[in-house]
């Protein structure tokens, strides 16, 4: 056998995993087996690395949104996020807690194409949701070590440069392979964490040593906006601009299989991971909360506002301006290292939520190609996505904003809504009255955030056109596969395959109408005339349903019965006529070792009329269609059955 070729290594070292993708969930987030689990504090630094991570923006965000009422509006986003994002979220968690989040709530409510159509553009939201973390991560990262007075001047004017080559960076450990992230995450989030503690604790110290900067910041506010109704008025206008901070929920959920759990928790009912990820997500919202009120009051009143605009010291890294102005460059350089690592590293939690969610939902709807199930393809595809994105946005913060908070709010009022319904079929009324209101007002936030900045409803249309026009053609490319995982036969069509060891089966495709004596006798009569089948050759029938023609894989379940005392039938039940009947004749073979037969009439129609039925309803002109699968099937024509037509 002669050695492997370079080309052959790198294409087994690309597609590596791909056989075994196919059987599981893919991605870094999969579910981990019981012994690999987690205790619930360290996954929330998991999910930390993109919650904790927008401290980094958020308050110089929320300065150039609210001005002068950025403390108060943080204040609404909080109590938003306590009373209207974390119940949601909870009753997620709850619901769907293997990792699927809010868009498998939503699935099971719609089915056919129209189910299909409505998780792909969810799917789309999402992925601008996890994009611009990415890329919005990888520029603030660039920023903060651009503004650094240490390589300031080597790097100034680069930051384009310096994000790209941060997202190629987190690219290359994803090819290399995402190992246990956890470890580092809980490394990140607490130095993180504790150099914030340090930063605030300085801020507000210097805040008590010159209380005339409250005064003065009081006295601005109230000439400005003049009264408390008015601030709460104008805070909740712009409290759309500051909703990037809830990112880290759907992360949250994702993040759950991780989770040890209980013992005795199963997979149908782990309670101990359900209560352990609650806590996850209720620990994680109280902390941030802390943080978002704190550091945007000591933002506010302690740096001028001209230094937030763009091109100053504070654009992106407010934060970071306090710990250089007030701790010295030595702190200030280790907190923009450690904030440039978790920036960078939250744009690792979103590829990782990324890899394992797009291949949970796209190959189970036959909308992706078969490397879309390795990780290293889809990976590079990413990583160009991302480039493609930050170049759009020239690497700027601020102005990928609009698209983050666009993800985010349609992800938040979808997880809102599924909610509702799931308390509603539950009858429970207070629940559903509140999850109603919860989600009117994130349906609200979401129609401002997107009227006042479309620039991220047009970004999630490319992702949503993207994804639903590469779905289809690779759902077209694949139609002609056998798409079935398994047949299995029942004591009865057992029986009937079984008498047929020493003799080809023969069949009849027949579409079921009525199911009467005349039906069978007629169908019968036709088929042996057409095809000149002697008198005493047996006949079997076979009857497919088709059930839901969206479906792609499904295993098929064979009853056979007995029909009017005379005439065999064997009965399936599919989402594709023809490739049922394929997996059926190909699964005799194996059975009996003898070559089936099946027999078709031809259908009236324009072919290529008959082809979209085949595509979008699963049924169409089955025999040439029933002939392409088994041949791409079976290519040596010597094993493969017959097909006929009369």
Known sequence: MAPPTRGTRFRAWMLEGLSDMAKQHPGPHAQAPEHEGQSWWRVMCLTGVDYFSTLGYQPGIAALAAGLLSPVAT?????????????????????????????????RLLSFWQGKLFV???????????????????????????????????????????????????????????????????????????????????????????????????????????????????ALTVFPKLALGLSGFETGVAVMPHIKGEPDDTEADPV?????????????????????????????????????KT????????????????????????????????????GASAMAGMLNLMPRYLPRYGMAPHWARAVRPLVIVLTLIAFLVTWIFNANVDAQGGAYATGVLVLISSAAI?????????????????????????????????????????????????????????????SFELRVTGVALDETAERFVRDYTHRPLRLIANEPNSRDLAEYRDKLRQIRADNDIPAEDDLVFVEVTVLDPSDFEAELTVHGEVL????????????????????????????????????????EGNPFAQFLRFFLFGQGEIAPVTREVLREAEPDRRRRPAVHVG
């Open 311 to 346: 091109g100053g010291q504070a654009n992106g890294r407010a934060l970071a301006y306090l710990a250089h102005e007030y701790l010295g460059s030595s702190f200030g350089t280790v907190y923009d290292l450690s904030t440039i690592a978790i920036l960078w590293f939250a």
């Open 272 to 308: 101990g991971r359900i209560r352990d990820a609650r806590k996850l997500l209720t620990t994680a919202a109280v902390i941030m909360s802390v943080f978002l009120i704190a550091t945007s009051f000591i933002t506010t009143v302690l740096i001028p506002a001209d230094a937030f």
């Open 75 to 107: 204040i609404v986003l909080v109590i938003v996020t306590l009373l209207g994002a974390l119940p949601v979220y909870r009753r997620v968690a709850r619901e769907s807690p293997h990792g699927e989040g809010s868009i498998a709530m939503l699935e």
């Open 418 to 478: 599924a909610v509702t319904i799931a308390a509603y079929k539950a009858e429970q009324r207070r629940w559903t009255v509140g999850f109603a209101v919860i989600s009117g007002v994130f349906l609200y936030t979401t129609a401002v955030n997107i009227a006042e900045r479309p620039d991220g409803v047009k970004i999630g249309a490319c992702f949503i056109g993207g994804i639903v026009l590469v779905s289809f053609l690779s759902r077209l490319k694949r």
């Open 564 to 603: 009017h005392d005379r005439y065999r039938v064997l009965a399936l039940q599919s989402s594709s006529v023809p490739n049922a009947l394929a997996a059926l004749l190909l699964q005799v073979r194996d059975l009996t070792g003898q070559q089936p037969h099946i027999y078709f009439e031809w259908t």
């Open 120 to 234: 792909l553009t969810l799917l789309g939201f999402a992925a601008t949701d996890f994009m611009i973390t990415i890329t919005l991560s990888a520029a603030d990262g660039a920023a903060h070590l651009v503004e650094n007075p240490h390589v300031h001047s080597a790097l100034s004017g680069k930051q384009m440069l310096v994000t790209l080559v941060l997202i190629a960076l987190l690219g290359a450990v994803f090819l290399r392979g995402f190992g246990e992230a956890i470890g580092v995450a809980v490394v990140l989030v607490a130095v993180y964490l504790a150099l914030n503690v340090v930063v605030v604790v300085n801020g507000l110290w210097h805040v008590l040593k010159s209380p005339h900067v409250v005064t003065d910041w009081s006295d601005a506010l109230t000439a400005e906006h003049g009264n408390v109704i008015a601030m709460v008025g104008v």
